[in-house]
Nanobody, 116 residues
Framework: QVQLVESGGGLVQAGGSLRLFCAAS????????MAWYRQAPGKQRELVAL???????NYADSVKGRFTISSDNAKNTVYLQMNSLKPEDTAVYYC??????????WGQGTQVTVSS
């Protein structure tokens, strides 16, 4: 059984930084993309950043220039470096792994709270 486990969330002041980690345990087939999503209270879940197996990346406009996604495919791990955090970044952050054969997997979520 595959599980994604996130860590690195917490409380930080505006302007600060956090680094999120997500690692997969269990047997995984080939993963084509890893991503981070977030969901703030009362809002829909939104894509924050994505990285493909070919290291192509894509970011939400709201985080471009502040967040960086990276991955270690050999370790089935994905990271999200978040700098210059703003109160509007406050949300539960979820990692997501997707593969054409493997399907879709979600982590349990980690809370990020940015105080003003």
């Amino acid at each position: 059984q595959v599980q994604l486990v996130e860590s690195g969330g917490g409380l930080v002041q505006a302007g600060g930084s956090l680094r999120l980690f997500c690692a997969a345990s269990g047997r995984l087939f080939s993963i084509n993309a890893m991503a981070w999503y977030r969901q703030a209270p009362g809002k829909q879940r939104e894509l924050v950043a994505l990285i493909t197996s070919g290291d192509n990346t894509n970011y939400a406009d709201s985080v471009k220039g502040r967040f960086t996604i990276s991955s270690d495919n050999a370790k089935n791990t994905v990271y999200l470096q978040m700098n210059s955090l703003k109160p509007e970044d406050t949300a539960v952050y979820y990692c997501n792994f997707w593969g054409r054969v493997a399907g879709t997997y979600w982590g349990q979520g980690t809370q990020v709270t940015v105080s003003s």
